[in-house]
């Protein structure tokens, strides 16, 4: 009996215990005032954010986005990355959900509480000038095909010739813009990589992105074909990729046979592929990262072990730079450089030594705004990552432009250091619309004057390169126009396009060497 007393009164203090501590714990929530419970949530939405977030991509500061655009642009968009439902401006959830709702709640309280209320532009710096260069325009425009939409500008070393991809059209200029249609290909040209046959005739592998706005559907191709002759012949070298922007070349194998390199951009799915020549001179084609977003290409020797590597940009989600080191084995080991955040709108880089050290730096742009927060960021521009060695990297420029798209790099002045020309596809239109091309002048290292170009009224700029076109000896410009806009092209709703429509490319012609 005294046993079983016993066993009865543990069972009760227990209970008491029990009973005390959950009063104490509702005293306590009773307690903290809606403030304090506010704050925790602010907290605990923090936490939750760095959670679901880096899963993905580089975790993005409140920061970065005004509150408006958070709330109404991003926020509902990555709802739905994390399988919530939306309906008449409410969240629910499904079987497919990978968030509830109260912690989806606190992470919107979170990057409601703390992203400013608008974003603050730095100061414009830029003189209004030609600087260093000419117009040459076309001799005679096409309307007859409607609206210029310019995806490709090269320029071609073998023939001395500019080759732009107008439509499904490939064209070639001279270096007064005498256009000439070369052939019509599949699809929208993204890019050119030109060569001489074995029996030394012009040829060039063409890269066709399939259907030119963000999709899954694999209709990219790369076509090879023969240049200078009236009907040039056309040889598939790979088909079934996805949105594919940009090829690159080498022999990646050493058996001395030429390879592809391409960037399948894609849209939620995508990649990057290593499309090998067999000995009989067939193609195959093997996934080297299968993620979406691959932009940009260098190649190279980059751990100098006699083999060629590759470096590759990726613009969606998880943006960044990434090196694929060859292992001699058919295939590659993978190792990032940069990242950046989701809301940059990467989309391009170049590698390219700017101070004069013997080690190549990389030179970034982010400006894609044709996104979910489609506003003037004061991180859109051109960035300089310089080179420490070791794959290591670290910024020591930035400029901002406004839709910043492109920059590459020269020395167009001759003095013996680089300079840059940089072009924005989603400039100020209203107040600014100069942004659209920018000479930026080295004056030391990391030390530019920024000149921008009136240019804007004659076209809307996507695509450039940089080349010694009239071979005169000093580096030139070549712009061409995707002049077709609409609501999801144009982040100024109350601005109306005031640009030439139809003129595909112009060239500023560098007069350096005439001074």
Not at 64 to 85: H, I, Y
Not at 145 to 150: E, Q
Not at 239 to 246: C, F, G, K, M, Y
């Amino acid at each position: 009996m005294r046993k079983r007393y016993k066993l009865s009164i543990n069972k009760t203090a227990i209970l008491i215990a029990a009973v005390i501590t959950a009063a104490i714990f509702v005293l306590n929530g009773c307690s903290e005032s809606p403030t304090q419970k506010a704050g925790r949530e602010v907290t605990e939405g923090g936490d939750l954010s760095k959670k679901y977030c880096v899963s993905c991509h580089q975790y993005p500061e409140p920061a970065l986005l005004d509150k408006r655009t958070w709330e109404r642009g991003v926020l509902p968009a990555m709802a739905g990355k994390l399988g919530l439902q939306q309906e008449m401006g409410a969240y629910y959830m499904d079987a497919h959900s990978q968030i509830n709702l109260e912690d989806w709640r606190k992470i919107n309280a979170f990057y409601h509480t703390l992203a400013p209320q608008k974003l603050t532009l730095p100061k414009r710096t830029a003189v209004h000038d030609w600087g260093i260069f000419e117009l040459v325009r076309p001799a005679v425009v096409d309307t007859t095909h409607g609206p210029a939409m310019t995806s490709m500008v090269k320029f071609n070393p073998y023939d001395h010739l500019i080759y732009t991809g107008l439509g499904n059209d490939v064209y070639s200029w001279d270096s007064k813009l005498k256009g000439t249609l070369v052939r019509s290909l599949p699809s929208p040209v993204t890019a050119a990589n030109f060569f001489k046959t074995n029996d030394g005739k012009n040829a060039a592998v063409f890269t066709c992105i399939g259907v030119l706005p963000p999709n899954d559907l694999l209709k990219g191709s790369m076509q090879q074909v023969m240049l200078g002759s009236k009907d040039p012949a056309m040889r598939l070298v790979t088909d079934s990729l996805p949105r594919p922007v940009q090829t690159a070349t080498g022999d990646f194998n050493k058996d001395g046979l030429t390879d592809y390199i391409v960037c399948g951009y894609g849209n939620n799915v995508g990649g990057i592929y290593l499309v090998q020549q067999q000995p009989d001179h067939t193609f195959k084609r093997k996934v080297i990262r299968a993620l979406p977003g691959a932009i940009q290409l260098e190649t190279g020797d980059f751990n100098n072990d006699g083999w060629p590597d590759v470096l590759c940009l990726f613009a969606q989600a998880d943006e960044g730079v990434w090196l694929f080191l060859n292992d001699r084995k058919g295939g590659f080991t993978t190792k990032n450089l940069l990242r950046f955040p989701p809301v940059n709108g990467t989309n391009s880089f170049q590698l390219v030594d700017m101070n004069n050290d013997g080690k190549k730096d990389i030179v970034y742009t982010c400006g894609d705004n044709n996104d979910y927060s489609s506003i003037f960021k004061p991180y859109h521009g051109v960035y300089i990552f310089t080179n420490r060695g070791d794959f290591t990297f670290r910024q020591t420029f930035f400029y901002h432009i406004n839709g910043a798209s492109k920059a590459m790099a020269a020395d167009f002045d001759g003095d013996g250091d680089m300079d840059l020309a940089v072009i924005a596809f989603f400039p100020d239109f209203v107040d600014h619309p100069e942004e659209g091309f920018t000479y930026m002048e080295q004056l030391s290292p990391n030390k530019f004057k920024p000149h921008e170009l009136p240019i804007s009224q004659y076209g809307r700029w996507l695509t450039m390169d940089v080349a010694d076109v009239d071979g005169d000896g000093d580096q030139d410009v070549v712009l061409g126009n995707f002049s077709i806009y609409g609501d999801r092209l144009i982040n100024q709703k109350e601005f109306k396009p005031n640009w030439d429509l139809y003129e595909p490319v112009i060239l500023l012609r560098n007069k350096t060497k005439h001074h």
